[in-house]
């Protein structure tokens, strides 16, 4: 099983990236997919989930608006579309596999698999 995050880089204040999560070794409809940040001095939190086997997704509150979740069964693929990118999103972005979004939302421990993160800096 590998999840390989990548898409990250530096980008002005109000800028946008997107954000790309290849799976390999399950499908997406087994697992949902999260990603998490974590900035320095700081801890790792969720940002966003996707279950694509039923469609249902998460978004951090900070994040609604400005994030938008997908997934593409064909390429066993999770993007995160991330826009109006702000100081406060700079951080290293994770993606990782569990069975729901639930745990996502409250806690980084005890997701079933992790991909490396990929750095994104939004700076003028």
């Known amino acids: 099983v590998q999840l390989q995050a990548s898409g990250g880089g530096l980008v002005q204040p109000g800028g946008s990236l997107r954000l790309s999560c290849a799976v390999s070794?399950?499908?997406?409809?087994?697992?949902?997919i999260g990603w998490f940040r974590q900035a320095p001095g700081k801890e790792r939190e969720g940002v966003s989930c996707?279950?694509?086997?039923?469609?249902?997704?998460w978004y951090k509150d900070s994040v609604k608006g400005r994030f938008t979740i997908s997934g593409d069964n064909a390429k066993n693929t999770v993007y995160l579309q991330m826009n109006s990118l702000n100081a406060e999103d700079t951080a290293v972005y994770y993606c990782?596999?569990?069975?729901?979004?639930?745990?996502?939302?409250?806690?980084?421990?005890?997701?079933?698999?992790w991909g490396k993160g990929t750095l994104v800096t939004v700076s003028s």
């Open positions: 070794g399950f499908t997406l409809d087994s697992y949902a």
């Open positions: 990782a596999a569990d069975r729901t979004c639930r745990r996502v939302a409250v806690t980084h421990y005890g997701m079933d698999y």
């Open positions: 996707i279950k694509v086997s039923d469609g249902s997704t």
